[in-house]
């Protein structure tokens, strides 16, 4: 029996090491963190310090980026195994990652690879899915990815493909209000329908961070800037149709000073309340 | 009819080598799109490497530190589900590029080793007030998990503390006598330091079991006689307890 992901509601931001040092003193109003899981799937030292010191402070989500959930040579267990370690140790508010693929055949790209929306790649994924959860003894999370191309035999939409995978395996979702607006306009979908056709019940986070204009037109997911406004709009949509959701502000490179990033956190909470007024 | 497998395998192929295969399965509009994931895969490993070799990349420079790594990146995948581990073996590169400057591979592996002893597994301290009752002629010693020793031939340690220090660091010039670096954790610091090659002999017989008594035997010939070598041995275990290095006996 899978444990079920909380409908936990806070505002957070993700835990990047310039910051380290304020959330060990727990004194950043946030009402959660989230941390890059493989940061600290590691075998001890100052990493598990900081997490034990941090998960003191506040609840903390897992988020990861080598699980590799659609791999069509299956899950790799050494990873699994670590993860659930970790997991044990921080007993994290949910633990995410991302719907893509990132090697295959013992070659790691590191990199968020996309996959094609076929009945296939659905199977698949499920199938992974299955096994994590059932490895972990948790639902897991899965982002939508930010995506630069299509592929000839997709037969789903995106949303479409991430609503099934959560029907059939029970999984809940992380919406990434960016990667929804980048991967809108690189593939050229509407980002409101997105929103539209995803469950609302099984949305459990969203992430907000920027972007930047590639030279050849294309978007590219950078999380180096401002949360920019066109992602804002998206998200008082998203607030309208998901109700109160755990928001977080990710931020993983040129990293602003600490209350630059509270200050985009307080705008989340902005329109959040008003959308929950107007409601 | 064209895989999952077959398509993740095209779609490897194309970003590590650039092997076209995976065009007949993208979309026609495509290809601006497989140029950022082929870009993003050498930018993402080649920062992993600078940020890794920290002091490698200033003591190289930009242009030629990013074509070792892109040297590196061409000759070896990465296979871990870690990016940390992404950096192992990157010094043995830059020792097949630099052979006539042996610093580079020996700052290399300087920063590997720091690296890999920042996060590596955790010690229990040696309690000193255990060691009174010692046997130490058959004391069998445990050294600290993230010890990592090798000899050198240049002054790197002088090299990597300048540059740490912010100092313009020296010219590499050759070490006479010879002499070895060790590297580990003490609590949640990395440490290193130079040591003679007769103490890392001694560490590496205490790794393979060796008691302290047969060390001490075994390093014995290097020495004029019995006084010298327990004079040597003495202040060696004195710095092993003293720094870390040294975390359990018996």
Known sequence: ?279 | MMTLADLQRDFSAFIRSGDRAVSDAVSKDAQRGLAVYHHAFRANLTDCLRSAFEKTHAWLGDAAFDAAAAAHIASHAPQSWTLAAYGEGFDRTLGGLYPADPEVTELAWLDWSLRRAFDGPDAPALVPATLAEVDWDNAALTLAPTLAARPISTNVAEIWNAMASGAAPPAARRLDPSAALIVWRRALSPQFKTVSMTELAALTLARVGKSFGEICGDIAPGFADEEATAAFAGAMLGSWIGDGVLVAVG
């Open chain 1, 1 to 279: 029996m899978l444990s079920p992901v909380s409908r936990f509601t806070g505002f957070g931001l993700g835990m990047r090491p310039p910051h380290y040092p304020r959330f060990l003193e727990g004194d950043v109003p946030v009402d959660f963190v989230e941390v890059i899981s493989e940061n600290f799937m590691v075998d001890g030292g100052r990493p598990l310090t900081v997490i034990d010191r941090v998960r003191r402070h506040y609840p903390v989500a897992m988020h990861g980026v080598s699980m590799s959930i659609g791999a069509a040579d299956g899950l790799r267990r050494d990873y699994l195994a670590k993860l659930k370690a970790l997991a044990e140790r921080v007993e994290p508010l949910w633990i995410s990652d991302h719907l893509c693929w990132t090697g295959i055949a013992g070659f790691n790209t590191h990199d968020l690879l996309p996959l094609p929306y076929t009945d296939e790649a659905l199977t698949r994924v499920c199938a992974n899915i299955d096994e994590a959860q059932t490895y972990l003894g948790h639902a897991i999370v899965i982002e939508n990815p930010s995506s630069y191309l299509t592929f000839a035999a997709d037969s789903y939409t995106e949303w479409d493909f991430l609503a099934e995978m959560t029907r059939r395996t029970g999984c809940y979702l992380l919406l990434d209000v960016n990667n929804i607006y980048v991967s809108s306009r690189n593939n050229g979908y509407d980002a409101r329908t997105f929103i539209e056709s995803i469950p609302v019940d099984r949305v459990r986070q969203m992430h907000l961070a920027g972007h930047t204009a590639g030279r050849d037109g294309l978007l590219i997911d950078t999380h180096d800037q401002p949360v920019p406004d066109a992602v804002w709009a998206l998200y008082r949509d998203a607030c309208q149709r998901f109700g109160h959701v755990a928001t977080m502000i990710e931020r993983d490179d040129n990293i602003p000073p600490l209350d630059d990033l509270l200050a985009e956190l307080d705008m989340a909470r902005g329109i959040a309340a008003a959308d929950r007024v107007a409601a």
